[in-house]
Protein backbone atom coordinates (compact mmCIF):
# COMPACT_ATOMS: atom_id res chain seq x y z
CA UNK A 1 0.00 0.00 0.00
CA UNK A 2 1.44 3.51 -1.11
CA UNK A 3 0.91 6.67 -1.90
CA UNK A 4 0.54 7.52 -5.38
CA UNK A 5 0.59 11.28 -7.40
CA UNK A 6 -1.45 11.61 -9.93
CA UNK A 7 -0.80 14.46 -12.30
CA UNK A 8 -3.95 16.27 -13.57
CA UNK A 9 -5.02 19.76 -14.37
CA UNK A 10 -7.30 22.58 -13.09
CA UNK A 11 -11.21 22.94 -14.01
CA UNK A 12 -11.73 26.30 -14.12
CA UNK A 13 -14.89 26.38 -12.54
CA UNK A 14 -14.80 25.04 -8.80
CA UNK A 15 -15.42 28.40 -6.57
CA UNK A 16 -18.19 27.03 -4.36
CA UNK A 17 -21.43 28.45 -4.18
CA UNK A 18 -24.07 29.12 -1.30
CA UNK A 19 -23.10 26.29 0.25
CA UNK A 20 -20.02 23.86 -0.75
CA UNK A 21 -19.37 22.78 -4.87
CA UNK A 22 -22.70 21.79 -6.41
CA UNK A 23 -22.71 20.11 -9.58
CA UNK A 24 -24.68 17.57 -11.72
CA UNK A 25 -23.85 13.88 -11.08
CA UNK A 26 -21.62 13.60 -14.66
CA UNK A 27 -19.71 16.61 -13.94
CA UNK A 28 -18.30 15.15 -10.69
CA UNK A 29 -17.73 11.65 -12.33
CA UNK A 30 -15.91 13.08 -15.15
CA UNK A 31 -11.89 11.63 -14.63
CA UNK A 32 -10.22 14.04 -11.47
CA UNK A 33 -12.72 16.44 -11.02
CA UNK A 34 -13.33 15.11 -7.57
CA UNK A 35 -10.18 14.23 -6.84
CA UNK A 36 -9.09 17.80 -7.71
CA UNK A 37 -11.39 19.57 -5.73
CA UNK A 38 -10.78 17.80 -2.61
CA UNK A 39 -6.61 17.85 -2.92
CA UNK A 40 -7.48 21.37 -3.11
CA UNK A 41 -9.17 21.26 -0.01
CA UNK A 42 -6.08 19.25 1.83
CA UNK A 43 -3.62 21.51 -0.14
CA UNK A 44 -5.50 24.82 1.38
CA UNK A 45 -6.15 23.64 4.96
CA UNK A 46 -2.82 23.10 6.52
CA UNK A 47 -4.21 21.31 9.49
CA UNK A 48 -5.87 18.44 8.06
CA UNK A 49 -2.19 16.53 7.79
CA UNK A 50 -1.82 15.13 11.09
CA UNK A 51 -5.53 16.11 11.59
CA UNK A 52 -8.59 14.59 12.22
CA UNK A 53 -11.77 14.36 10.00
CA UNK A 54 -15.00 13.41 9.54
CA UNK A 55 -16.50 12.32 6.34
CA UNK A 56 -20.36 11.04 5.28
CA UNK A 57 -23.24 12.26 3.21
CA UNK A 58 -26.83 12.25 2.34
CA UNK A 59 -27.05 8.95 0.83
CA UNK A 60 -27.63 10.28 -2.91
CA UNK A 61 -26.07 9.12 -6.11
CA UNK A 62 -22.44 8.61 -5.89
CA UNK A 63 -22.16 8.92 -2.35
CA UNK A 64 -20.44 5.82 -1.78
CA UNK A 65 -18.08 5.87 -4.51
CA UNK A 66 -17.12 9.30 -3.70
CA UNK A 67 -16.61 8.60 0.06
CA UNK A 68 -13.79 5.64 -0.60
CA UNK A 69 -12.03 8.10 -3.22
CA UNK A 70 -11.75 10.95 -0.10
CA UNK A 71 -11.36 8.19 2.37
CA UNK A 72 -8.10 6.99 0.27
CA UNK A 73 -7.28 10.61 -0.65
CA UNK A 74 -6.98 11.64 3.17
CA UNK A 75 -5.11 8.73 4.15
CA UNK A 76 -2.55 10.00 1.25
CA UNK A 77 -2.72 13.33 2.10
CA UNK A 78 -1.47 12.62 5.64
CA UNK A 79 -4.90 12.95 7.65
CA UNK A 80 -4.13 10.66 11.01
CA UNK A 81 -8.25 10.12 12.15
CA UNK A 82 -10.60 9.58 9.87
CA UNK A 83 -14.50 9.22 10.87
CA UNK A 84 -16.61 7.84 8.05
CA UNK A 85 -21.00 7.26 8.77
CA UNK A 86 -22.18 4.03 8.23
CA UNK A 87 -23.46 3.29 5.11
CA UNK A 88 -22.06 6.42 4.18
CA UNK A 89 -24.78 8.19 6.24
CA UNK A 90 -24.37 11.98 8.28
CA UNK A 91 -26.37 14.34 8.14
CA UNK A 92 -25.36 17.63 7.90
CA UNK A 93 -26.10 18.54 11.32
CA UNK A 94 -24.56 15.42 12.40
CA UNK A 95 -21.62 15.91 11.49
CA UNK A 96 -21.21 19.77 12.70
CA UNK A 97 -22.56 18.09 16.09
CA UNK A 98 -19.64 15.41 15.33
CA UNK A 99 -16.86 17.95 14.39
CA UNK A 100 -17.47 19.72 17.67
CA UNK A 101 -18.19 17.26 19.93
CA UNK A 102 -14.52 15.34 19.30
CA UNK A 103 -12.62 18.39 18.40
CA UNK A 104 -11.83 17.45 14.95
CA UNK A 105 -10.09 19.91 12.51
CA UNK A 106 -12.99 19.44 9.88
CA UNK A 107 -15.65 17.38 8.21
CA UNK A 108 -16.32 16.91 4.10
CA UNK A 109 -20.19 16.62 3.60
CA UNK A 110 -21.26 14.99 0.42
CA UNK A 111 -24.70 16.44 -0.44
CA UNK A 112 -26.51 18.81 -2.72
CA UNK A 113 -29.25 19.30 -0.01
CA UNK A 114 -32.55 19.55 -1.37
CA UNK A 115 -31.53 19.31 -5.20
CA UNK A 116 -32.45 16.22 -7.04
CA UNK A 117 -30.34 13.01 -7.04
CA UNK A 118 -29.64 10.16 -8.92
CA UNK A 119 -27.43 9.46 -12.03
CA UNK A 120 -29.14 12.51 -13.63
CA UNK A 121 -29.41 14.45 -10.33
CA UNK A 122 -27.18 16.57 -8.58
CA UNK A 123 -24.03 15.82 -6.21
CA UNK A 124 -22.03 18.71 -3.73
CA UNK A 125 -19.30 18.59 -1.87
CA UNK A 126 -19.10 21.01 1.72
CA UNK A 127 -16.42 21.22 3.77
CA UNK A 128 -17.17 22.02 7.19
CA UNK A 129 -14.20 23.72 9.38
CA UNK A 130 -12.82 22.85 12.89
CA UNK A 131 -16.13 24.82 14.96
CA UNK A 132 -17.91 22.70 13.40
CA UNK A 133 -19.51 25.23 10.72
CA UNK A 134 -19.26 25.56 6.83
CA UNK A 135 -16.17 27.02 5.68
CA UNK A 136 -16.45 30.77 5.79
CA UNK A 137 -16.02 33.10 2.32
CA UNK A 138 -12.03 32.99 2.72
CA UNK A 139 -12.02 28.92 3.04
CA UNK A 140 -14.23 28.34 -0.05
CA UNK A 141 -11.63 31.19 -1.77
CA UNK A 142 -8.57 29.56 -0.96
CA UNK A 143 -9.89 26.21 -1.97
CA UNK A 144 -11.06 27.52 -4.67
CA UNK A 145 -7.39 29.15 -5.57
CA UNK A 146 -5.66 25.95 -5.05
CA UNK A 147 -8.10 24.72 -7.31
CA UNK A 148 -6.71 26.88 -10.29
CA UNK A 149 -3.04 25.85 -9.66
CA UNK A 150 -3.32 22.34 -9.45
CA UNK A 151 -0.98 19.83 -10.91
CA UNK A 152 -1.23 16.39 -9.09
CA UNK A 153 -3.39 14.95 -6.51
CA UNK A 154 -2.52 12.07 -3.59
CA UNK A 155 -4.32 8.82 -3.00
CA UNK A 156 -3.52 5.18 -1.41
CA UNK A 157 -2.80 3.08 -4.09
CA UNK A 158 -4.20 -0.33 -4.44
CA UNK A 159 -6.08 -0.59 -1.10
CA UNK A 160 -9.62 -2.09 -0.71
CA UNK A 161 -12.20 -0.36 -0.16
CA UNK A 162 -13.70 0.23 2.95
CA UNK A 163 -17.08 -1.74 4.40
CA UNK A 164 -18.82 1.05 4.72
CA UNK A 165 -21.92 -0.59 6.22
CA UNK A 166 -20.21 -2.61 9.44
CA UNK A 167 -19.06 -0.42 12.36
CA UNK A 168 -15.99 -1.01 13.04
CA UNK A 169 -12.22 0.27 12.84
CA UNK A 170 -8.56 -0.25 11.36
CA UNK A 171 -6.08 1.47 9.48
CA UNK A 172 -5.23 2.33 5.85
CA UNK A 173 -1.05 3.59 5.62
CA UNK A 174 -0.81 6.02 8.85
CA UNK A 175 -4.40 6.74 8.74
CA UNK A 176 -6.79 5.24 11.52
CA UNK A 177 -11.01 4.97 10.55
CA UNK A 178 -13.22 4.27 11.90
CA UNK A 179 -17.10 3.53 10.45
CA UNK A 180 -19.42 5.24 13.49
CA UNK A 181 -23.05 5.22 14.06
CA UNK A 182 -24.51 8.05 12.25
CA UNK A 183 -27.11 8.60 15.30
CA UNK A 184 -25.89 8.28 18.88
CA UNK A 185 -23.41 11.83 18.84
CA UNK A 186 -26.57 14.07 17.81
CA UNK A 187 -29.28 12.35 19.57
CA UNK A 188 -27.43 12.37 22.97
CA UNK A 189 -27.42 16.15 21.85
CA UNK A 190 -30.89 16.82 21.22
CA UNK A 191 -31.28 14.82 24.78
CA UNK A 192 -29.69 17.23 26.44
CA UNK A 193 -31.87 20.29 25.01
CA UNK A 194 -35.17 19.34 25.43
CA UNK A 195 -37.53 17.45 27.53
CA UNK A 196 -37.96 13.98 25.88
CA UNK A 197 -40.43 12.39 28.78
CA UNK A 198 -42.40 15.35 27.90
CA UNK A 199 -42.60 14.97 24.14
CA UNK A 200 -42.79 11.43 24.80
CA UNK A 201 -46.02 11.41 26.65
CA UNK A 202 -47.69 13.83 24.56
CA UNK A 203 -46.60 11.16 21.39
CA UNK A 204 -47.59 8.33 23.17
CA UNK A 205 -50.84 10.41 24.63
CA UNK A 206 -54.04 9.14 22.15
CA UNK A 207 -55.23 13.20 21.68
CA UNK A 208 -52.17 13.98 19.83
CA UNK A 209 -51.15 12.76 16.50
CA UNK A 210 -47.55 13.24 14.42
CA UNK A 211 -46.30 12.91 11.10
CA UNK A 212 -42.89 13.13 9.82
CA UNK A 213 -41.64 13.13 6.42
CA UNK A 214 -37.95 12.07 5.79
CA UNK A 215 -38.40 12.49 2.05
CA UNK A 216 -36.66 9.37 1.35
CA UNK A 217 -33.35 11.27 2.40
CA UNK A 218 -31.00 10.85 5.47
CA UNK A 219 -32.96 12.12 8.47
CA UNK A 220 -34.39 8.88 7.83
CA UNK A 221 -32.35 6.93 10.30
CA UNK A 222 -32.40 9.45 12.77
CA UNK A 223 -36.11 10.27 12.71
CA UNK A 224 -36.63 6.42 13.60
CA UNK A 225 -33.76 6.14 16.40
CA UNK A 226 -35.28 9.25 17.96
CA UNK A 227 -39.22 9.04 17.00
CA UNK A 228 -39.35 5.49 17.02
CA UNK A 229 -37.21 3.74 19.14
CA UNK A 230 -36.39 6.51 21.89
CA UNK A 231 -39.94 9.03 22.02
CA UNK A 232 -41.79 5.42 21.27
CA UNK A 233 -44.14 7.55 19.24
CA UNK A 234 -46.80 5.17 17.61
CA UNK A 235 -45.92 3.42 14.19
CA UNK A 236 -47.82 5.53 11.16
CA UNK A 237 -45.55 8.96 12.95
CA UNK A 238 -43.23 8.49 10.45
CA UNK A 239 -42.98 8.45 6.52
CA UNK A 240 -40.23 7.76 3.90
CA UNK A 241 -37.52 7.32 5.91
CA UNK A 242 -35.20 4.72 4.56
CA UNK A 243 -32.60 7.37 2.01
CA UNK A 244 -32.70 6.32 -1.84
CA UNK A 245 -30.35 7.05 -4.00
CA UNK A 246 -32.66 9.61 -6.04
CA UNK A 247 -34.88 10.29 -3.78
CA UNK A 248 -37.33 8.01 -4.99
CA UNK A 249 -37.58 10.54 -7.92
CA UNK A 250 -38.46 13.11 -4.91
CA UNK A 251 -36.96 17.24 -5.02
CA UNK A 252 -36.19 16.43 -1.32
CA UNK A 253 -37.11 20.01 -0.15
CA UNK A 254 -39.32 20.67 2.42
CA UNK A 255 -41.57 23.19 1.05
CA UNK A 256 -45.49 23.15 0.08
CA UNK A 257 -44.61 22.58 -3.81
CA UNK A 258 -42.26 19.53 -3.12
CA UNK A 259 -43.73 17.85 0.08
CA UNK A 260 -46.69 17.40 -1.64
CA UNK A 261 -47.59 13.66 0.10
CA UNK A 262 -47.23 15.20 3.64
CA UNK A 263 -48.93 18.17 2.70
CA UNK A 264 -51.65 16.10 1.16
CA UNK A 265 -52.09 14.70 4.68
CA UNK A 266 -52.09 17.75 6.80
CA UNK A 267 -54.37 19.85 4.49
CA UNK A 268 -57.04 15.97 3.93
CA UNK A 269 -59.33 15.09 6.43
CA UNK A 270 -58.57 14.11 9.97
CA UNK A 271 -55.11 15.24 9.49
CA UNK A 272 -52.78 14.66 12.42
CA UNK A 273 -52.15 17.52 14.83
CA UNK A 274 -48.44 18.12 13.99
CA UNK A 275 -46.66 18.15 10.83
CA UNK A 276 -42.81 18.18 9.70
CA UNK A 277 -40.08 17.17 6.67
CA UNK A 278 -36.69 17.93 6.63
CA UNK A 279 -34.36 18.15 3.10
CA UNK A 280 -31.95 15.85 1.55
CA UNK A 281 -28.88 16.46 3.80
CA UNK A 282 -31.19 16.69 6.99
CA UNK A 283 -30.44 20.73 7.67
CA UNK A 284 -33.82 22.22 6.54
CA UNK A 285 -37.20 21.95 8.45
CA UNK A 286 -40.71 22.33 7.41
CA UNK A 287 -43.74 22.62 9.70
CA UNK A 288 -47.03 22.36 9.76
CA UNK A 289 -50.19 22.43 11.89
CA UNK A 290 -53.19 20.67 11.13
CA UNK A 291 -54.46 22.48 7.62
CA UNK A 292 -51.84 25.22 9.06
CA UNK A 293 -49.03 26.14 7.07
CA UNK A 294 -46.05 27.87 9.16
CA UNK A 295 -43.73 30.17 7.73
CA UNK A 296 -40.09 29.37 8.26
CA UNK A 297 -39.76 33.34 9.23
CA UNK A 298 -42.52 33.38 12.12
CA UNK A 299 -41.20 29.43 12.74
CA UNK A 300 -37.84 30.88 13.99
CA UNK A 301 -39.72 33.93 15.82
CA UNK A 302 -42.17 31.24 17.60
CA UNK A 303 -38.61 29.30 19.10
CA UNK A 304 -37.62 32.56 20.30
CA UNK A 305 -40.48 33.70 22.03
CA UNK A 306 -40.80 30.52 23.60
CA UNK A 307 -37.29 29.56 24.33
CA UNK A 308 -37.70 29.57 28.20
CA UNK A 309 -40.08 26.58 28.57
CA UNK A 310 -37.13 24.33 26.67
CA UNK A 311 -34.52 23.28 28.98
CA UNK A 312 -31.51 23.81 27.04
CA UNK A 313 -32.51 27.57 26.85
CA UNK A 314 -34.39 28.12 29.84
CA UNK A 315 -31.11 30.26 31.14
CA UNK A 316 -31.97 32.71 28.76
CA UNK A 317 -30.61 34.17 25.35
CA UNK A 318 -27.78 35.97 23.90
CA UNK A 319 -28.82 37.30 20.79
CA UNK A 320 -31.11 36.12 17.61
CA UNK A 321 -29.89 36.65 14.53
CA UNK A 322 -31.59 36.06 10.39
CA UNK A 323 -30.43 36.32 6.92
CA UNK A 324 -31.27 39.71 5.42
CA UNK A 325 -34.10 38.44 2.99
CA UNK A 326 -36.28 36.48 6.18
CA UNK A 327 -38.90 38.32 7.28
CA UNK A 328 -38.38 40.84 10.31
CA UNK A 329 -40.98 38.69 13.14
CA UNK A 330 -37.27 37.43 14.67
CA UNK A 331 -36.69 41.29 15.28
CA UNK A 332 -39.69 41.95 17.29
CA UNK A 333 -39.20 39.24 19.35
CA UNK A 334 -35.25 40.50 20.18
CA UNK A 335 -36.74 43.73 21.05
CA UNK A 336 -39.37 42.40 23.79
CA UNK A 337 -36.51 40.64 25.17
CA UNK A 338 -34.16 43.28 24.77
CA UNK A 339 -31.76 41.26 22.80
CA UNK A 340 -29.65 42.04 19.72
CA UNK A 341 -31.06 40.65 16.28
CA UNK A 342 -27.97 40.42 13.87
CA UNK A 343 -29.10 40.55 10.05
CA UNK A 344 -26.71 38.29 7.56
CA UNK A 345 -26.57 37.87 4.37
CA UNK A 346 -27.91 34.77 3.05
CA UNK A 347 -26.22 31.33 3.88
CA UNK A 348 -25.88 29.87 7.38
CA UNK A 349 -21.92 30.53 7.12
CA UNK A 350 -22.69 33.94 8.06
CA UNK A 351 -24.15 32.81 11.15
CA UNK A 352 -20.54 31.37 12.37
CA UNK A 353 -19.00 33.75 13.94
CA UNK A 354 -21.61 35.44 15.64
CA UNK A 355 -22.42 31.84 17.16
CA UNK A 356 -18.61 31.42 18.24
CA UNK A 357 -18.42 34.79 20.20
CA UNK A 358 -21.85 33.72 21.73
CA UNK A 359 -23.49 36.78 20.45
CA UNK A 360 -26.35 35.35 19.41
CA UNK A 361 -28.01 31.98 20.53
CA UNK A 362 -30.82 31.22 17.80
CA UNK A 363 -31.03 32.12 14.39
CA UNK A 364 -32.72 31.50 11.18
CA UNK A 365 -33.60 31.69 7.43
CA UNK A 366 -36.81 32.26 5.31
CA UNK A 367 -35.41 29.04 3.45
CA UNK A 368 -36.86 26.54 5.81
CA UNK A 369 -33.25 26.78 7.58
CA UNK A 370 -33.11 27.29 11.66
CA UNK A 371 -30.98 26.17 14.42
CA UNK A 372 -28.96 27.53 17.31
CA UNK A 373 -25.76 27.71 18.89
CA UNK A 374 -25.66 24.23 19.96
CA UNK A 375 -23.86 23.29 16.49
CA UNK A 376 -22.66 25.54 13.50
CA UNK A 377 -25.29 24.54 11.23
CA UNK A 378 -29.15 24.53 10.83
CA UNK A 379 -30.56 21.35 11.93
CA UNK A 380 -33.98 19.92 10.63
CA UNK A 381 -34.49 17.48 13.50
CA UNK A 382 -33.64 20.35 16.19
CA UNK A 383 -36.42 22.61 14.93
CA UNK A 384 -39.34 19.43 15.10
CA UNK A 385 -37.96 18.79 18.59
CA UNK A 386 -37.87 22.44 19.64
CA UNK A 387 -41.88 22.75 18.16
CA UNK A 388 -42.75 19.08 20.02
CA UNK A 389 -41.71 20.95 23.40
CA UNK A 390 -43.63 23.71 23.02
CA UNK A 391 -46.78 22.16 22.37
CA UNK A 392 -46.08 19.58 24.93
CA UNK A 393 -45.77 22.08 27.23
CA UNK A 394 -48.52 24.63 26.70
CA UNK A 395 -50.91 22.31 25.03
CA UNK A 396 -51.80 24.10 22.38
CA UNK A 397 -52.30 23.53 18.68
CA UNK A 398 -50.22 24.69 16.33
CA UNK A 399 -52.56 27.29 14.58
CA UNK A 400 -53.27 28.59 18.37
CA UNK A 401 -49.09 29.12 18.87
CA UNK A 402 -48.75 31.19 15.97
CA UNK A 403 -51.96 33.02 16.01
CA UNK A 404 -50.93 34.05 19.44
CA UNK A 405 -47.63 35.24 18.68
CA UNK A 406 -49.58 37.33 15.95
CA UNK A 407 -51.45 39.08 18.49
CA UNK A 408 -48.43 39.88 20.29
CA UNK A 409 -45.92 40.71 18.12
CA UNK A 410 -48.23 41.72 14.86
CA UNK A 411 -47.38 40.06 11.80
CA UNK A 412 -45.00 39.85 9.25
CA UNK A 413 -46.95 38.77 5.89
CA UNK A 414 -44.13 36.74 4.13
CA UNK A 415 -43.87 35.35 0.57
CA UNK A 416 -40.95 34.17 -1.64
CA UNK A 417 -41.64 33.45 -5.04
CA UNK A 418 -38.75 31.54 -7.26
CA UNK A 419 -38.26 31.82 -10.73
CA UNK A 420 -35.76 28.93 -11.75
CA UNK A 421 -34.26 28.14 -14.60
CA UNK A 422 -34.21 31.25 -16.25
CA UNK A 423 -31.56 32.46 -18.68
CA UNK A 424 -28.62 33.77 -16.83
CA UNK A 425 -28.42 36.76 -19.21
CA UNK A 426 -31.75 38.18 -18.59
CA UNK A 427 -31.20 37.29 -14.51
CA UNK A 428 -27.86 39.46 -14.46
CA UNK A 429 -29.81 42.31 -16.68
CA UNK A 430 -33.03 42.54 -14.44
CA UNK A 431 -30.40 42.85 -11.23
CA UNK A 432 -28.34 45.25 -13.18
CA UNK A 433 -31.36 47.34 -13.84
CA UNK A 434 -32.28 46.98 -10.61
CA UNK A 435 -29.04 48.49 -9.18
CA UNK A 436 -29.11 51.45 -12.06
CA UNK A 437 -32.63 52.23 -10.79
CA UNK A 438 -32.96 51.66 -7.10
CA UNK A 439 -31.14 54.87 -5.97
CA UNK A 440 -33.74 56.91 -7.42
CA UNK A 441 -36.83 55.31 -5.70
CA UNK A 442 -36.57 56.22 -2.56
CA UNK A 443 -39.76 58.85 -1.92
CA UNK A 444 -41.57 57.35 -4.81
CA UNK A 445 -45.20 55.99 -3.91
CA UNK A 446 -46.61 52.83 -5.59
CA UNK A 447 -50.09 52.42 -4.30
CA UNK A 448 -50.31 52.28 -0.98
CA UNK A 449 -46.40 51.88 -0.29
CA UNK A 450 -43.82 54.87 -0.09
CA UNK A 451 -40.44 53.94 -0.30
CA UNK A 452 -38.28 55.41 2.39
CA UNK A 453 -34.95 53.11 1.78
CA UNK A 454 -33.57 51.12 -0.86
CA UNK A 455 -29.88 49.66 -1.18
CA UNK A 456 -27.70 46.64 -1.94
CA UNK A 457 -27.47 44.54 1.05
CA UNK A 458 -23.43 44.30 2.02
CA UNK A 459 -22.46 43.32 5.40
CA UNK A 460 -19.55 44.20 7.43
CA UNK A 461 -18.79 41.08 9.54
CA UNK A 462 -18.34 42.41 13.27
CA UNK A 463 -15.82 40.38 14.35
CA UNK A 464 -13.45 39.30 11.30
CA UNK A 465 -13.98 42.72 9.59
CA UNK A 466 -14.93 41.50 6.08
CA UNK A 467 -17.18 42.97 4.02
CA UNK A 468 -19.58 40.77 1.53
CA UNK A 469 -21.55 43.50 -1.04
CA UNK A 470 -24.23 42.54 -3.58
CA UNK A 471 -26.08 40.39 -1.72
CA UNK A 472 -29.92 41.69 -2.67
CA UNK A 473 -31.17 44.35 -3.31
CA UNK A 474 -33.79 45.77 -0.51
CA UNK A 475 -36.64 47.90 -1.18
CA UNK A 476 -37.72 49.40 2.31
CA UNK A 477 -41.66 50.39 2.38
CA UNK A 478 -42.47 53.22 5.76
CA UNK A 479 -43.75 50.68 8.02
CA UNK A 480 -41.58 47.87 7.74
CA UNK A 481 -42.51 46.45 4.83
CA UNK A 482 -39.95 45.04 2.01
CA UNK A 483 -39.72 43.48 -1.18
CA UNK A 484 -35.89 42.01 -1.72
CA UNK A 485 -34.38 40.62 -5.18
CA UNK A 486 -31.64 38.23 -5.29
CA UNK A 487 -29.82 35.83 -7.92
CA UNK A 488 -29.66 31.74 -5.87
CA UNK A 489 -26.21 30.98 -5.23
CA UNK A 490 -26.92 27.30 -5.20
CA UNK A 491 -28.71 26.18 -8.86
CA UNK A 492 -26.90 24.23 -11.26
CA UNK A 493 -28.78 24.88 -13.95
CA UNK A 494 -29.74 28.65 -15.44
CA UNK A 495 -30.33 31.28 -13.05
CA UNK A 496 -33.00 31.23 -10.25
CA UNK A 497 -34.49 35.13 -9.52
CA UNK A 498 -35.76 35.30 -5.86
CA UNK A 499 -37.99 37.75 -5.01
CA UNK A 500 -39.15 38.32 -1.10
CA UNK A 501 -41.32 40.00 -0.44
CA UNK A 502 -42.98 41.37 3.40
CA UNK A 503 -45.65 43.06 4.76
CA UNK A 504 -45.88 44.05 8.50
CA UNK A 505 -49.06 44.32 10.24
CA UNK A 506 -49.16 45.28 13.96
CA UNK A 507 -51.27 43.55 16.40
CA UNK A 508 -53.92 45.83 16.17
CA UNK A 509 -54.17 45.25 12.31
CA UNK A 510 -55.78 42.86 10.36
CA UNK A 511 -53.86 39.72 11.09
CA UNK A 512 -55.47 36.24 9.63
CA UNK A 513 -55.92 36.53 5.71
CA UNK A 514 -54.54 34.44 3.71
CA UNK A 515 -51.12 35.68 2.71
CA UNK A 516 -50.37 36.02 -1.36
CA UNK A 517 -53.65 38.22 -0.88
CA UNK A 518 -52.26 40.30 1.87
CA UNK A 519 -49.35 40.70 0.07
CA UNK A 520 -50.94 41.13 -3.88
CA UNK A 521 -50.52 44.79 -4.31
CA UNK A 522 -47.12 44.70 -3.04
CA UNK A 523 -45.96 41.77 -5.33
CA UNK A 524 -47.68 43.73 -8.55
CA UNK A 525 -45.01 46.80 -7.06
CA UNK A 526 -42.11 44.27 -7.50
CA UNK A 527 -43.29 43.30 -11.41
CA UNK A 528 -43.40 46.75 -11.76
CA UNK A 529 -39.84 47.77 -10.15
CA UNK A 530 -37.89 45.05 -11.70
CA UNK A 531 -39.96 43.95 -14.68
CA UNK A 532 -40.26 40.78 -13.88
CA UNK A 533 -42.27 39.09 -16.88
CA UNK A 534 -41.04 41.41 -19.36
CA UNK A 535 -36.96 40.22 -18.44
CA UNK A 536 -37.57 36.76 -17.46
CA UNK A 537 -40.20 35.93 -20.14
CA UNK A 538 -41.80 33.91 -17.06
CA UNK A 539 -45.71 35.35 -16.30
CA UNK A 540 -45.26 33.55 -12.72
CA UNK A 541 -42.98 32.41 -10.70
CA UNK A 542 -42.12 28.41 -10.43
CA UNK A 543 -42.44 28.00 -6.72
CA UNK A 544 -44.32 29.99 -4.28
CA UNK A 545 -43.58 29.40 -1.05
C1 LIG B 1 -30.47 28.83 -0.61
C2 LIG B 1 -31.22 29.59 0.46
C3 LIG B 1 -30.29 29.97 1.58
C4 LIG B 1 -29.62 28.72 2.14
C5 LIG B 1 -28.95 27.95 1.00
C6 LIG B 1 -28.38 26.63 1.47
O1 LIG B 1 -29.45 29.64 -1.14
O2 LIG B 1 -31.83 30.75 -0.08
O3 LIG B 1 -31.01 30.65 2.58
O4 LIG B 1 -28.67 29.04 3.11
O5 LIG B 1 -29.89 27.69 -0.03
O6 LIG B 1 -29.37 25.78 1.98
P1 LIG B 1 -29.61 30.43 -2.53
O7 LIG B 1 -29.98 29.41 -3.57
O8 LIG B 1 -30.75 31.40 -2.33
O9 LIG B 1 -28.30 31.11 -2.75
ZN1 LIG C 1 -29.89 21.12 3.15
Redesign the pocket.
Known amino acids: MEVITVPTAPFHDQRP ?3 GLRKKVQQFQQPNYLENFIQSIFDSQRELQDGSLVVGGDGRFYNRQALQIIIRMAAANGVKKLLVGQSGILSTPAVSCIIRKYRLNGGIILSA ?2 NPGGPEGDFGVKFNAGNGGPAPAQVTEAIYQESLNISRYRIMDAVDDIDLDRLGNGTMGNMQWEVIDPVSDYLELMERLFDFDRIASQLQSSRFRMIYDAMNAVTGPYAVAIFNRRLRAPTGSLQDCTPLEDFGGLHPDPNLEYAQKLVNIMFGDRSPDFGAASDGDG ?2 NMILGRRFFVTPSDSVAILAANAHLIPGYRQGLAGLAR ?1 MPTSAALDRVADKLGISCYETP ?3 KFFGDLLDAGKVSICG ?3 F ?1 TSSSHIREKDGLWAVLFWLNILAVTGKSVQETVESHWKEFGRNYYTRHDYEGIDPDAAHGLMEYLRSTFPSLPGNRYGSYAVEQADDFSYLDPFDGSVTEHQGIRIIFAGGSRIVF ?1 L ?4 TQGA ?1 L ?1 VYIEKYEDKTGSLFEEAQQALAELIAIADRLAGIRGKTGRDRPSVIT
Open positions: GTSSHDRSTGWEESGRSGTGTR
